[in-house]
T-cell receptor
Framework: DAGVIQSPRHEVTEMGQEVTLRCKPI?????LFWYRQTMMRGLELLIY????????DSGMPEDRFSAKMPNASFSTLKIQPSEPRDSAVYFC???????????FGPGTRLLVL | DQQVKQNSPSLSVQEGRISILNCDYT??????FLWYKKYPAEGPTFLIS?????DKNEDGRFTVFLNKSAKHLSLHIVPSQPGDSAVYFC??????????FGKGTSLLVTP
């Protein structure tokens, strides 16, 4: 199994630009999570999906952030417009059911100038 | 509001010695606890877990201890090896709910 796949691995953009992060979960996993890691706040859960349906988006910082899961094998996290304070590492994780361990992707390192 | 706290941002231990990483939580409803390990430029990987019905779980060199009354858990690595140098995240959850992570402790094991 290829594991959770994230793209791009690195993204450098200018303030005000739209950023789209992509994730392919492990096949057969029904849950998909988006996290953000910063020095100040550690690993924060932004949103998670179950069977492609958003379940809890209370961690999404503000309306500039949106996430979609159009099918079981693909999810996007979009930031529009991006700001320097969005600079962080964004992780996607998936798991088969709620009681199982999560498997993380390698992350996307985002730098907004 | 941080429900899972790792108060030591970093820890340095000599190879062969014991590493003890600590974690505190505030939510008494949490009943499942995990440790994840993270190397640079990689995602966190699951290391070991414990449920609230136990107070100890061991897997090779790694042991997790849970003290429910103190809302405290710890990860012991014995003996520590240079390859153990990584960031360790503590996480806790209420069954059926999402994980809450701490900020992580960076462990450096020196030869």
């Amino acid at each position: 199994d290829a594991g959770v796949i994230q793209s791009p691995r690195h993204e450098v953009t200018e303030m005000g630009q739209e950023v789209t992060l992509r994730c392919k979960p492990i096949s057969g996993h029904d849950y998909l999570f988006w996290y953000r890691q910063t020095m100040m706040r550690g690993l924060e859960l932004l949103i998670y999906f179950n069977n492609n349906v958003p379940i809890d988006d209370s961690g999404m910082p503000e309306d500039r952030f949106s996430a979609k899961m159009p099918n079981a094998s693909f999810s996007t996290l979009k930031i529009q417009p991006s700001e320097p304070r969005d600079s962080a590492v964004y992780f996607c994780a998936s798991k088969r059911d709620m009681l199982e361990t999560q498997y993380f992707g390698p992350g996307t390192r985002l730098l907004v100038l | 509001d941080q429900q899972v706290k790792q108060n030591s941002p970093s820890l340095s231990v000599q190879e062969g010695r014991i590493s003890i990483l600590n974690c505190d939580y505030t939510n008494s409803m949490f009943d499942y606890f995990l440790w994840y390990k993270k190397y640079p430029a990689e995602g966190p990987t699951f290391l070991i877990s414990i449920s609230s019905i136990k107070d100890k779980n061991e897997d090779g060199r790694f042991t997790v201890f849970l003290n429910k009354s103190a809302k405290h858990l710890s990860l012991h690595i014995v003996p520590s090896q240079p390859g153990d140098s990584a960031v360790y995240f503590c996480a806790a959850a209420r069954s059926g709910y999402e994980l809450n992570f701490g900020k992580g402790t960076s462990l450096l094991v020196t030869p």
